[in-house]
């Protein structure tokens, strides 16, 4: 069973920092991107980041370019959002995702930045 476990969000300041990390389980995790995606309330989920997976090619979404860092580490089967400068806009519930024959997604973790 493919399994993605979010974790790492909270309650920051407007310019702190946080570290999401998702860990899966089920699929053969060195052979596959991972991506990040959040939502806002009342909004559409949006992709954030992806990582390769040889962890050669990195995508950032223009709203985060400069400020989050996204990598992985195969031996643990994480993959981690490094976001740092965080401001009330990147307000939302991330999700991280695999595509392993179909769409498969984290349970979300809540990141709430206060101004």
């Known amino acids: 069973e493919v399994q993605l476990q979010a974790s790492g969000g909270g309650l920051v300041q407007a310019g702190g920092s946080l570290r999401l990390s998702c860990t899966a389980s089920?699929?053969?995790?060195?052979?596959?991107?991972i991506s990040w995606f959040r939502q806002a309330p009342g909004k559409e989920r949006v992709g954030v980041s992806c990582?390769?997976?040889?962890?050669?090619?990195?995508y950032y979404a223009d709203s985060v370019k400069g400020r989050f860092t996204i990598s992985r580490d195969n031996a643990k089967r994480t993959v981690y959002l490094q976001m740092n400068s965080l401001q009330p806009e990147d307000t939302a519930v991330y999700y991280c995702?695999?595509?392993?024959?179909?769409?498969?997604w984290g349970q979300g973790t809540l990141v709430t930045v206060s101004s």
């Open positions: 089920g699929f053969p995790f060195d052979d596959y991107a």
């Open positions: 995702n695999a595509v392993y024959g179909r769409n498969y």
């Open positions: 990582i390769s997976s040889s962890d050669v090619k990195t």
